[in-house]
């Protein structure tokens, strides 16, 4: 039986995910408080991997845990921190407990988190990893011997829609299509327009692509420069709006800029939902952002 | 094989063995290595009193790590920072023109021989098959090895090439991904590129915005189209060994 995000997609009705990250502690209980406050609001919660190489709780715990609370989970994936074997061994672990949604990403370096040594593994890419999964699906591992999971994966890819240039990244989208990516997730926009060239470029493909958005903290404003937040483009225009109305007003003013994105996606037809990402502090706000 | 002594170089304890340069050589990649910190050399050889600094007359004396003239700088800091300790100490420098070829190794032996330690400025490959050579002696890493690159111009080196044993540059219109994307990733660019610099370091270019401009340039983007299968990791079992088809026989390979 497919989960309730996978129904929930292909029915097309527009989808709300929200982003997890699993705490740098073996205490879950803030975490599930958390997506206790969305739930009935979302889709299914997202559960990050490492994200910007930090280490934290395994995020496929963590996606279990969501799941015996009655959440639907999406697990991501990470191609930086683990071999073919172990991505493997997740994808079956994560079978095993009915977390059947995953999304595949390469994984920032790791020079940006806190363990800045450590080796990046880097095996497969998202494309491979992304193959490996739907492999796995009919039965069979990377390496083509038989293997049993309890239904076939539900496969996301990342893209970063306001990339540039774009074309390698259309490129790329083309090949996770090929290799059996199920649905899309970007990774933050700003503005329903920085959506336009990407969405041109693969028109003629049938994706379901879910807009990234983050609530982001006054210092990554403050220091923004386009590179300072992988992946993330944000026009100058908002920058310095937001860096004119100083710290006090910020909290509010993005806030009520990523819930009228959010309002503007879901009126614009243009996307088959969003992924709400907050940057750490501000978690909490998220709950806000899922009121009517 | 030219060996030829050319006489004392900074100080009266320092010999020079010096051989000519093919003016090839500086077109050649090589492998490049960077001179470790002084002190972490004079800690390496605090225990030892009559030291041989074995250059390396091609990769690292083309990179200015380890070559004959790098040799003599070394043994005469090595001569001052003793002298500044009032300890009995002496070093000599020599250089050959490969320390990976046992020919040119052999020409070491009566300088090891007076020798209690021998710091050697050649890449990886170079120290160990001079530690092979002269198992009797300990023998110290001077530089350390980076990667195998190209000369970018006068004193700068960038990498090119990981020896993965199953070169992509076919397809990637000649532009290594395993190399020269921080990630190694084989079908496309990650989502971090920034205006065609790479995410980890912006003052380098994106490989995958490399590889596809130059394949639109050639009109072969479609060769791009699929993916490309994981990596063979099996083809590259360290430590590596490369028999020639013609040579097989000699060595009982079937």
Known sequence: MADPFQEGLASGSFQVVTRLVPPKSADLASVLT??????????????????????????????????????????????????????????????????????????????????????????????????????????????????????????????????????????????????????????????????????????????????????????????????????????????????????????????????????????????????????????????????? | MALRLTGDHASAMVNIVSFTFSPLLTEFHVIVAQRKPFPQIRDMLGGYSRVLVAGCGTCVAVCLAGGEKEAGILASQLMLSAAGEKREFRASAAAVERQCDREFLQLFHEKVAEADAVISLACGAGIQFLAEMYPQVPVFPGVDTTFIGVAEEAGVWTERCRSCSQCYLGITGGICPVTMCSKGLLNGPCGGTVHGKCEVDLERDCAWTQIYRRLEEQSRTDIQAMPVLPMKHNLRIQPGRVIHSAYRKRFSIG
């Not at chain 1, 009935?40 to 934290?56: Q, R, T």
């Not at chain 1, 800045?116 to 990893?129: E, F, G, M, T």
């Not at chain 1, 496969?155 to 199920?182: E, H, N, W, Y």
């Open chain 1, 34 to 292: 958390l997506a206790s406050s969305w739930k009935g609001k979302v889709a299914a919660v997202l559960v990050a991997d490492n994200p910007s190489a930090v280490m934290g709780l395994s995020a496929l715990v963590l996606a279990e845990m969501l799941k015996r609370e009655g959440h639907d989970a999406i697990l991501v994936m990470s191609c930086r921190d683990r071999n073919r074997l172990d991505l493997g061994s997740i994808a079956l672990g994560a079978s095993a407990v009915s977390v059947s949604s995953i999304l595949c990403v390469s994984g920032d370096y790791t020079h940006y988190g806190d363990h800045p040594d450590a080796k990046p593994v880097y095996d497969l890419d998202s494309v491979q990893l992304i193959a490996m999964l739907h492999e796995m699906g009919k039965g069979r591992d990377i390496a083509g011997n038989p293997v049993a999971v309890s239904q076939p994966y539900f496969i996301g890819a990342a893209v970063c829609a306001t990339a540039d240039p774009l074309f390698p990244q259309l490129m790329k989208v083309r090949k996770k299509v090929s290799a059996g990516a199920d649905f899309f997730v970007t990774l933050p926009i700003f503005t329903v327009d920085q959506l336009g060239p990407f969405l041109d470029g693969v028109k003629d493909l049938p994706l379901k692509v879910l807009a990234g958005v983050l609530l982001p903290s006054y210092q990554e404003i403050a220091e923004y420069r386009d590179g300072s937040i992988p992946g993330t483009f944000i026009p100058d225009d908002l920058v310095n709006a937001w860096r004119e109305g100083g710290e006090q007003a910020f909290s509010a003013s993005s806030a009520n800029h990523v819930k009228k994105l959010v309002s503007d996606l879901r009126n614009s037809g243009k996307v088959a939902g969003v992924c709400i990402n907050a940057s750490p502090g501000r978690e909490p706000e998220i709950e806000g952002l899922l009121r009517a």
